[in-house]
């Protein structure tokens, strides 16, 4: 699984956004249906990456489909698709990181997601695919380190998910060395920890959500 460094036009970037936020959202069937549609006009070789992930997942029943996605992302926090884990932690700097998503939101003219955290990888690329493509992509390449650190586990974890967390990666900048560090810091140790003697913020991640998404 390559990552691509290939400069897509605007039209396929947010194409690839939509259908990746399908795809690592709960794997309804109708969501996998629109995720399909949404592939006969996404160009390679995001396409292979994107209809590996769908390929995967269709080959599972609903249920083993669904007790996969809670297993790979609530159950692993290495796997948690909750941006500000990786760059906040537990503390109270989080709180502040979210609503930095919040302000993006009402800023473009939309609501927040009102059933699911604002910095969640799928809400944040359905923002990017269908609302304002300028500022979510600037949130996405703010946010490249965590959603690297989320592809890296989830390829050593040989999760099909992984190619479609590669699709996105291909359509920001190429990481820089910096990047790179803070990635394997961050694989290695975790997000930050609450300074000592002050109370964590509250939100832990990644949260219990029912099965039924």
Same mark, same amino acid.
């Given at each position: 699984? +390559?990552? +691509?460094? +290939?400069?897509?036009?605007?039209? %396929?970037? &947010?194409?690839?956004w ?10 309804h ?5 629109? !995720?399909?549609?949404?592939?006969? #006009? ?5 396409a292979?990456?994107?209809?590996a992930?769908?390929?995967?997942v269709? +080959?599972?029943? /609903?249920?083993r489909?669904? %007790?996969?996605?809670?297993d790979?992302?609530?159950? &692993?926090? !290495?796997?948690t698709?909750y941006?500000?884990y990786?760059t906040a932690?537990?503390?109270?700097n &989080? ?19 009102a059933?699911e955290? /604002?910095?969640?990888?799928?809400? *944040? ?5 269908t ?5 979510g ?11 690297d650190?989320?592809?890296? !586990? ?7 998910y ?15 060395d910096t990047?790179?560090s803070? *990635?394997?810091?961050?694989? !290695?140790?975790?997000p930050?920890a609450?300074?000592?003697?002050l %109370? ?5 991640? /990644?949260?219990?959500?029912? #099965?039924g998404?």
């Amino acid at each position: 699984m +390559r990552l +691509r460094s +290939r400069t897509r036009p605007d039209l %396929q970037d &947010r194409l690839v956004w939509q259908c990746a936020s399908l795809l690592l959202s709960y794997p309804h069937a109708d969501r996998l249906d629109t !995720a399909a549609e949404l592939l006969s #006009h996404v160009k390679a070789p995001a396409a292979e990456d994107l209809s590996a992930t769908l390929a995967a997942v269709r +080959r599972l029943d /609903p249920l083993r489909a669904t %007790q996969n996605y809670v297993d790979t992302f609530d159950m &692993r926090r !290495a796997t948690t698709m909750y941006l500000t884990y990786w760059t906040a932690g537990d503390t109270r700097n &989080r709180g502040a990181a979210m609503l930095a998503f919040v302000r993006a939101y009402r800023a473009a003219g939309t609501a927040p997601p009102a059933g699911e955290a /604002p910095d969640h990888l799928p809400v *944040v690329l359905e923002f990017a695919a269908t609302v304002d493509p300028a500022l979510g992509r600037r949130l996405l390449v703010e946010h490249r380190v965590p959603i690297d650190v989320l592809h890296k !586990a989830l390829a050593d974890a040989d999760s099909p998910y992984a190619h479609a967390v590669a699709a996105v990666l291909a359509t920001l900048p190429a990481g820089t060395d910096t990047d790179a560090s803070r *990635v394997r810091r961050l694989l !290695a140790s975790g997000p930050p920890a609450e300074a000592v003697g002050l %109370q964590p913020f509250t939100l832990t991640v /990644p949260p219990r959500r029912a #099965h039924g998404g």
